[in-house]
């Protein structure tokens, strides 16, 4: 069982639509969250941190629940170019870790017209 | 406020022939990571440096596979005898510090095809 999974969809949504994406973490000791993007042949980007409290930044919601595990991205108002694979991370970061990051398989959306 | 890169962009090798793949982090970055992607995969951890020191190198999948940063600042990974399996997509990334709270900035990629 990967360490960190993920639906890999593909997701294909019309413009406008709100997607969610979901991902679970077996780790327990993993400690910070992210969600990063990559476009198709190009590196992995960062889109935004999860935390246990929620974050949202403009159309995107990220949210982390450490009972079950489970980290969600929410995209409302679906853009074209939010077409991309999403991919949920977990790492240990802090004190004598150094962070090294555990990608899920990524989540591939496509938003058409 | 030049970003990681990464040489070659891409690199075809016949089955057995050693690779040399490059990567030159953001200057003064401590931490660098090396990362291989498979197709349709994330990618999974392979080798962690911090300056010149070699602290992690669990994910390193056989012997063929060696990285070093003798300097503390550009990386090399060595793949040795490569197979099929090898071909994928190498990803180097950089941070400031070397406790794992910075973001890591990743470079393009070498993507490796082994026929």
């Known amino acids: 069982r990967k360490e960190v999974e993920q639906d890999p969809g593909p997701f294909n949504v019309p413009e406008g639509a709100t997607v969610a994406f979901n991902c679970t973490y077996s780790?327990?000791?993993?400690?910070?969250f992210f969600w990063y993007r990559q476009d198709c042949r190009k590196e992995p980007k960062l889109l935004m941190s999860?935390?246990?409290s929620g974050n949202e930044d403009g159309r995107f919601t990220a949210q982390l629940n450490r009972a079950s595990q489970y980290i969600s991205l929410l995209i409302r108002d679906s853009k074209l170019s939010d077409s991309a694979t999403y991919l949920c991370?977990?790492?240990?970061?802090?004190?004598?870790?150094?962070?090294?990051?555990?990608f899920g398989q990524g989540t591939i959306l496509t938003v058409h017209p | 406020g030049a970003g990681v890169s990464q040489s070659p962009r891409y690199k075809v090798a016949k089955r057995g022939q050693d690779v040399a793949l490059r990567c030159d982090p953001i200057?003064?970055?401590?931490?660098l990571f090396w990362y291989q992607q498979a197709l349709g995969q994330g990618p999974e951890f392979l080798t962690y440096?911090?300056?010149?020191?070699?602290?992690?190198k669990s994910g390193l999948p056989s012997d063929r596979f060696f990285a070093e940063r003798p300097e503390g600042s550009v990386s090399t990974l060595k793949i040795q005898r490569t197979q099929q399996e090898d071909s994928a997509v190498y990803l180097c990334?950089?941070?400031?510090?070397?406790?794992?709270?910075?973001?890591?900035?990743f470079g393009p990629g070498t993507r490796l095809t082994v026929l």
């Open positions: 990334a950089s941070t400031k510090a070397g406790d794992g709270t910075d973001t890591q900035y």
């Open positions: 780790n327990s000791a993993s400690q910070s």
């Open positions: 999860v935390y246990s």
């Open positions: 991370v977990a790492t240990s970061a802090g004190g004598t870790s150094y962070g090294k990051l555990t």
């Open positions: 200057s003064g970055h401590v931490s």
């Open positions: 440096f911090q300056n010149e020191a070699q602290l992690d």
